[in-house]
């Protein structure tokens, strides 16, 4: 049995035939979305009731909620002895969230050019992605060759500084952002008036609860995967970009609609910004200071490649537009989504010569 399996679940459990490990794996991702979205509610309306800015909510709270499944599900493997999964799914999620959901929106809409956002946080994005791929190609560097890379510890705790440096500063661009971060519509003001210490319990136990849920749907899909991935000879890393970074987005992807149904497309861009800044810093960050993060050669290959073209795309965009985005621009970021996964999907089938 693989070492992937955590005590906690009994390896009996993931004793089943291939269909219902994928059945397990579609359970987890909906375990993962709901348990996201509660752990966010919750958060969202503790802070309402404790008094804390709607603005530092968005830029602290919810930004870590949604990014909550990817961190749960990259650390776990990290620490059971996928560290591939691991990586592939934090550099898969931060592929979906600007080439698919941002792409998606920019098609289906013109969204704003919020300067404030663009001039600070969008900065980070691409420093954050560019600092990944370079810590990774100097570390192949100093190895000798992309065979057998290593993020190390010291880079992780690297990473997690930085988050908490990030994360300062958003507090503080957010007290000076001209527009807030709307709360949940079911955030009743009246009840929380009447009933503080009763809300206080009630809303910590919803994001404690909603927390509980990530962790074990975390556990089924990393399982899952796991076992997947050895029947069908498939790298880890291709099927966590496949299947687990795209069911570990969903929250942004639901966040990115919702934004758009509910009329507040401006929030969309800094969600997905945001998230994948926190992909690296958080992600990567927590994942690499548990356990070194071996980087496979498809990274080098493949998935850098692909995620640094969506996000140069974005700022290409960012320089040649005036106050809003252009709706042709989420074709490039759509088409190059599609032909990312096609590739994958190829490679998953016969990998690339020298790669076996």
Not at 87 to 115: E, K, Q, W
Not at 125 to 141: D, E
Request: net charge neutral.
């Amino acid at each position: 049995m693989t070492p992937i399996l955590a005590n906690l679940i009994p390896e009996a459990f993931f004793d089943q035939g291939n269909a219902v490990l994928w059945l397990y794996t579609a359970g987890a991702i909906v375990g993962l979305v709901l348990g996201a979205d509660r752990a966010v509610a919750g958060g969202a309306r503790l802070a309402y009731t404790l008094g804390v800015s709607k603005v530092i909510i968005g830029a602290t709270i919810v930004s870590l909620g949604t990014t909550t499944p990817e961190a749960f599900v990259s650390v776990l493997a990290a620490v059971q002895g996928q560290p591939d999964l691991a990586l592939g799914n934090a550099v898969g999620s931060v592929i979906v969230d600007t080439a698919l959901v941002l792409g998606l929106s920019l098609v289906l809409v013109r969204l704003p050019l919020d300067r404030f956002i663009l001039r600070r946080h969008a900065w980070l994005q691409l420093g954050a992605v560019v600092l990944l791929v370079a810590v990774a190609s100097a570390m192949a560097v100093l190895g000798g060759g992309i065979e057998g890379t290593v993020l190390p510890r010291p880079v992780g705790f690297g990473f997690v500084a930085l988050l908490g440096m990030y994360m300062v500063l958003s507090v503080r661009w957010g007290r000076r952002h001209p527009e807030a971060v709307p709360l949940p519509e079911d955030v009743g003001p009246a009840p929380e008036r009447r009933h503080p210490y009763r809300a206080v319990g009630g809303n910590l136990l919803l994001c404690l609860g909603g927390l509980a849920l990530v962790a074990a749907a975390s556990q089924v899909m990393v399982g899952s995967v796991s076992i997947l991935c050895q029947r069908y000879g498939v790298p880890p890393d291709i099927l966590a970009v496949i299947v687990v970074a795209f069911g570990t987005s969903l929250p942004e992807l639901a966040t990115a609609i919702a934004s758009i149904v509910k009329g507040h497309p401006e929030v969309l861009l800094g969600n997905v910004i945001g998230a994948d800044i926190l992909n690296v810093l958080f992600v990567v960050g927590f994942s690499a200071s548990a356990v070194p993060l071996k980087v496979s050669p498809y990274f080098f290959y493949i998935h850098f490649p692909v995620m640094l073209t969506a996000v140069m795309l974005v700022r290409i965009y960012v320089w040649t537009s005036d106050d809003r985005f252009r709706r042709w621009h989420g074709i490039p970021l759509v088409t190059l989504f599609v032909a990312y996964y096609i590739v994958l999907t190829f490679v998953a089938k016969a990998p690339l010569p020298g790669m076996e």
